[in-house]
């Protein structure tokens, strides 16, 4: 007989409910992270099946435990703990102490980082000597390494079971507030498949930098916009009757071709995240240049992003890559962006409503300026999104749309 039951969030949530309790863990401002606990296992469910999560330790790994294998208490590690609690609030982050029972319990300062970034999470990982940390997006589960030979790979799975009370081994106890001692529960993954994208990616980046030719780039981004001007209206009548038939309008059309200069610093920004990559290649990752901006009623949001996709494959254009930036923890911008290729050239889609539109051209502009600046620091450009993740939050979420995504088989 199992031991472990297959998560599932048991209470149905209304949607101002779930909302009210996904926005009490979302990211914070830097700075104003905080320690806060778990309500109950309702709550905890909502959290392992719907948001983005990382599990970190500062405790000792397994090459520490084998020299001083009774040291738990040392003086390093409560810095090290301290030193993770201190980050993880600077980075805002909401987080919440947990107990972790892998052959013994890791009492030693295990926490779980809601509304998680995959980045800081590795990052934090490296900093603060752990083998391995974990992340898991909306049910998705990674297991990270970051030491050793094989830094950047992860073992991979998806969901969580419940765990009894009275189990051995391989769980994460949470306390709750809401009752009087913890609930387990363990995260699924297939142990016998690791993928290495990251060790790719490092590898990648380990490639000898390219030395670029600015005339070449200024180059390129005249050829980029001579071809865009060419086609920018045909692509818009090829858009139009799928939009407009299923209740969307257009907005910004002003905007519907990047100009050269936008162009030329696109180029530029590819190169310093790509820098082994000679000119021409840098043009397969710009695909913006012909852009288009619907608008969608919030109440029917999703009902009417799908039938326009549909609509949209149905007469032709290929619908090559579609991204839900509403799910929680997903960049500091709220639409969804479809990738299309009209003619084999590519075309980028964006779904707003009329109130993330306002918030995307009015409000949040110069702070996106900032953060794709290639002169800002680090701290400006952090800085500058944690103030656009600060006014996107209070605007209206269109019923189910945290949790849709588009099924590219379909395409």
Not at 30 to 48: C, V
Not at 103 to 119: I, N
Not at 194 to 223: F, G, L, M, S, W
Not at 343 to 350: A, T
């Amino acid at each position: 007989e199992s031991t472990q039951e297959e998560g599932k969030q048991g209470k149905e949530y209304t949607e101002e409910e779930r909302d009210r309790i996904l926005r009490k863990y979302a990211k914070r401002e830097p700075g104003k992270g905080i320690e806060t606990e778990i309500a109950d296992e309702d709550e905890l469910g909502l959290i392992l099946s719907h948001t983005k999560f990382g599990l970190i330790s500062a405790g000792p790994n397994d090459d520490e435990k084998e020299l001083n294998p009774i040291d738990f208490d040392q003086e390093r590690y409560r810095k090290r703990h301290e030193e993770l609690r201190q980050a993880l609030k600077e980075k805002g982050y909401v987080f919440t102490q947990v107990l972790g029972r892998y052959g013994d319990f890791e009492d030693s300062f295990l926490v779980m980082t809601h509304d998680a970034e995959r980045d800081d999470l590795v990052e934090l990982g490296k900093r603060m000597n752990q083998s391995s940390v974990i992340f898991c997006d909306h049910g998705q589960n990674e297991l990270i390494t970051t030491r050793g030979d094989k830094i950047g790979s992860a073992v991979t799975g998806e969901g969580f079971s419940w765990v009894p009370p009275d189990a051995d081994e391989n769980f994460t106890a949470v306390y709750l507030e809401g009752r009087n001692g913890t609930v387990n529960f363990a995260l699924n993954f297939n142990w016998d498949k690791e993928h290495t994208e990251d060790v790719k990616k490092e590898a990648e980046e380990k490639k000898p930098e390219y030395t670029i030719d600015p005339e070449k780039v200024k180059q390129h981004a005249e050829t980029l916009y001579d071809e865009g001007r060419d086609r920018v209206d045909k692509n818009y009548h090829a858009i139009k009757k799928s939009i407009v038939r299923n209740g969307g309008s257009f907005r910004g059309l002003e905007y519907r071709l990047k100009t050269r200069e936008s162009i030329h610093r696109g180029l530029l920004r590819e190169h310093k995240r790509h820098p082994h990559l000679p000119e021409d290649k840098l043009l397969d990752h710009v695909d913006d240049v012909c852009r288009f901006t619907c608008i969608l009623s919030p109440y029917t949001y999703q009902e009417t992003l799908i039938k326009t996709l549909d609509d949209l494959t149905s007469s032709g254009v290929e619908v090559v890559k579609v991204s839900n930036f509403w799910r929680r923890g997903k960049g500091c911008y709220k639409g969804v962006n479809a990738k299309l290729r009209i003619d084999g050239k590519p075309v980028e889609l964006q779904f707003h409503t009329p109130e993330t539109y306002d918030i995307k051209q009015n409000k949040t502009h110069k702070y996106f300026e900032i953060a794709r600046s290639l002169t800002a620091t680090k701290d400006q450009k952090d800085e500058a999104k944690a103030r656009i993740k600060e006014i996107y939050r209070s605007c209206k979420y269109p019923p189910r749309i945290e949790n849709w995504h588009w099924d590219n088989s379909k395409s």
